[in-house]
């Protein structure tokens, strides 16, 4: 396929190239100077004044752009994209009791959204329950309190669970919380074969991102495994993984770094889970991966099109993946946390609406908006249903979904692109030359790069480099905060140990003690944990219980300091 552009055009736009800039633009600059010497994204990629098809001269439009739906999936991995389905839109919700989260959902459900998306509280994140000395303080305040089989009953009371997608924001008690909710689902009626949604379930992100750890690197990505094998055998409507890169950005990283150790950490699993004797084309079309959208908005359009055709050519060429699918990268992206702030908090709606439309624009498949006022509280009702509305009018006012990829042939988002996904290669060389994305964790090579691109972020903000509305710019004086915060109940959490104290006392003892005993003499081996996790949810086996055979088994992380 020969190159977009001919050598005779092209010579000639360099000659007129060459004297717009000597003869037009300083007779402009001498007249209106450019506010910077230097323009960058927030990676530090040069922003140049201007671009032409010269800056994209080598490109050949079915190696690096392709059709949608096909390889390498530059324009996005379905055919029609919007034009045939909108994303899914998730609003991510969970506080206080299941009962309290059911009608949430219930809500959002009313108003248009068409997947449910849960946030667990820190206890149950860390396999705690509620009644347990550090659970004190925290019990349904930052997500909802899951103890047990009979919360995850009440969470979807109501709520038919083959009619919805669910997204669970959980990692380390991947395992029991996805033994609940097809328990729960078996309940109404429902086989496990036709549940559809997301764990996210990637610990490797954890050890470099939102630190949320409980076991150490090697049997934590064993239970990655071990949840992936399940539902390549038992759910095929189930992404049993959402490679985190959310969390990664969160932390500091920017987009490249995102970009890079993201598909660091899918190789790791894949090379896992080929390992463990499955096959590429059996589980890679069930990989899934969740980014951030952050404010600058033509790096983020560029990174999600590199990050399409980056996996496509690792999948194809690297692991012999046959089937197209297993070269899709399919991914959800949620706005940026970071980017939000407590003063002035209604601008916060005009920044995720830029972070959504750079989702949208960069081909997402599913999509979660914060609320504006997320950087002071849990959202409230109203602050949800804005963050719901701004999705619905890109949607369906914006004319955005109407043609697929529209933003394709931009000299300067393609140009961009290329730049962000040979920056990101080069950070994956650097980590395969460390023995990959285990040993570069282990190593604290990615936990300082991180470090690294947070500090310079927060000195630029302090210097006033970069601007943030209404924090180190046109700030208010004698603000006042004039947005209703949602609190959490501290009764919360006595009502939650209530519950637990009375299923304690009425369960059969002797099940949830052979559950545990089978459960950790399988721990203790190399098998699958899903069936064994099965059966102790089933017994009522409350989340401390199963976390506490494991960690008698798998010990507990503690992280290297890093400087």
């Given amino acids: 396929m020969p190159r977009m552009f001919d050598d005779k055009f092209l010579d000639e736009l360099e000659r007129e190239f060459e004297r717009w800039e000597k003869e037009t633009v300083p007779k402009w600059l001498s007249r209106l100077p450019e506010r910077k010497k230097e323009f960058v994204t927030t990676s530090g990629i040069t922003i140049k004044r201007l671009y032409t098809p010269l800056d994209i001269a080598d490109k050949d439009y079915m190696r690096d752009l392709g059709f949608p739906g096909e390889y390498p999936f ?45 946030a667990f509280d820190y ?61 729960t689902a078996e309940k109404q009626g429902v086989p496990q074969e036709c549940l559809g949604g997301t764990v996210q379930n990637d610990m490797l992100k954890e050890f470099i991102g939102q630190k949320l750890i409980i076991w150490p690197p090697e049997p934590s990505v064993k239970l990655v495994v071990d949840v992936i ?49 499955m096959k590429v084309d059996e589980f890679a079309p069930r990989l899934s991966f969740f980014f951030a959208a952050h404010n600058n908005f033509f790096e983020e359009i560029a990174k999600f099109r590199a990050a399409r055709r980056m996996w496509a050519k690792i999948m194809k060429e690297r692991f012999g993946a046959k089937k197209p699918r297993s070269c899709m990268l399919r991914f959800h992206t949620q706005t940026a946390g970071s980017t939000l702030t407590a003063q002035q908090p209604l601008i916060n709606i005009i920044r995720v609406t830029i972070q959504a439309l750079a989702a949208v624009l960069g081909g997402t498949q599913s999509l979660h908006t914060n609320s504006y006022d997320e950087a002071l509280c849990l959202p409230s009702e109203e602050a949800a249903l804005v963050a ?37 290669w080069r950070y994956l060389d650097r980590i395969e030359r460390m023995g990959g994305a285990v040993r570069a964790i282990e ?3 990615i936990q300082r790069e991180i470090a690294r691109s947070a500090y310079e972020q927060q000195k630029a903000i302090e210097s006033g480099e970069l601007v943030v509305v209404g924090v180190n710019k046109f700030r208010l004086e004698g603000e006042e905060v004039r947005v209703e915060l949602l609190k959490v109940d501290p009764a919360v959490e006595e009502e939650q140990k209530r519950r637990l104290k009375a299923l304690r006392a009425r369960r059969d003892k002797r099940k949830v003690e052979d559950a545990l005993d089978r459960l950790r003499r399988a721990a203790e081996g190399e098998e699958n944990l899903m069936p064994y996790m099965l059966e102790a949810v089933k017994a009522r086996a409350t989340i401390g219980e199963i976390f506490g055979v494991l960690r008698e088994i798998f010990g507990e992380y503690r992280p290297p300091l890093v400087f």
């Fill in 443 to 445: 190593k604290g090579y």
């Fill in 388 to 424: 719901l509305r701004t999705q619905q009018i890109i949607a369906y006012e914006s004319g955005v979904t109407k043609t697929v990829d529209p933003l394709a042939g931009s000299y300067y988002v393609e140009w961009l692109t290329d730049e962000i996904e040979e920056r990101a």
């Fill in 74 to 118: 530059t324009r996005g991995i379905h055919a029609t994209m919007y034009r045939a389905r909108i994303w899914t839109m998730r609003q991510f919700s969970g506080f206080g009791t299941a009962e309290d989260t059911n009608r949430r959902f219930k809500y959002l459900i009313k108003e248009g959204e068409t997947g449910l998306s849960i």
């Fill in 229 to 277: 094998e399940y539902c390549t055998k038992h759910m095929p409507r189930w992404n049993p993984i959402s490679i985190s890169g959310y969390h990664i950005r969160e932390a500091g990283a920017n987009a490249v770094q995102e970009l890079a150790f993201t598909l660091a950490d899918g190789i790791a699993y894949v090379e896992e889970c080929l390992e463990r004797g």
């Fill in 123 to 183: 206890p149950t994140i860390m396999g705690y329950d509620s009644d347990h000395p550090l659970a004190r303080g925290e019990v349904g305040v930052c997500g909802v309190a899951i103890d047990t089989l009979k919360d995850f009953e009440i969470l979807f009371d109501g709520i038919p669970m083959d009619k919805v997608t669910t997204s669970m924001t959980i990692n380390g008690p991947t395992i029991p919380i996805l033994s609940m909710y097809i328990a």
